[in-house]
Nanobody
Framework: VQLVQSGGGLVQAGASLRLSCAAS????????MGWFRQVPGKEREFVGA????????YYVDSVKGRFTISRDNAKNTVSLQMTSLKPEDTAVYYC????????????????WGQGTQVTVSL
């Protein structure tokens, strides 16, 4: 499975951004999808996940109510809609494909997108 990300950029605090992740090379509905983020010098952090059909989502407390994960299995895409962005959301964001729903650990995901930078300024 190949994952190609798009979106991201530089925004001011309070703004919104949408990240997308397009999958190819396999049956997309066979993969649960996760989003992670990483800042320099820190481990990659789990942000949230969406189940195979999109019927279930999970978010870490720091983004709950502000971020929304969705997927379109017909288009082989998963998205991360981010609202009310804060400077502490600044990171490189990654989408990842895994075989089990709701896996917060990076080693549970065999396939990763290339990462996209999100920078939130004051």
């Amino acid at each position: 499975v190949q994952l190609v990300q798009s979106g991201g950029g530089l925004v001011q605090a309070g703004a919104s951004l949408r990240l997308s992740c397009a999958a190819s090379g396999g049956a997309f509905s066979n993969w649960a999808m996760g989003w992670f983020r990483q800042v320099p010098g820190k481990e990659r952090e789990f942000v949230g996940a969406i189940s195979f059909t999109g019927s279930m989502t999970y978010y870490v407390d720091s983004v709950k109510g502000r971020f929304t994960i969705s997927r379109d299995n017909a288009k082989n895409t998963v998205s991360l809609q981010m609202t009310s962005l804060k400077p502490e959301d600044t990171a490189v964001y990654y989408c990842a494909a895994g075989t089990a729903w709701y896996q917060p650990r990076t080693h549970e995901y065999p396939y990763w997108g290339q990462g996209t930078q999100v920078t939130v300024s004051l």
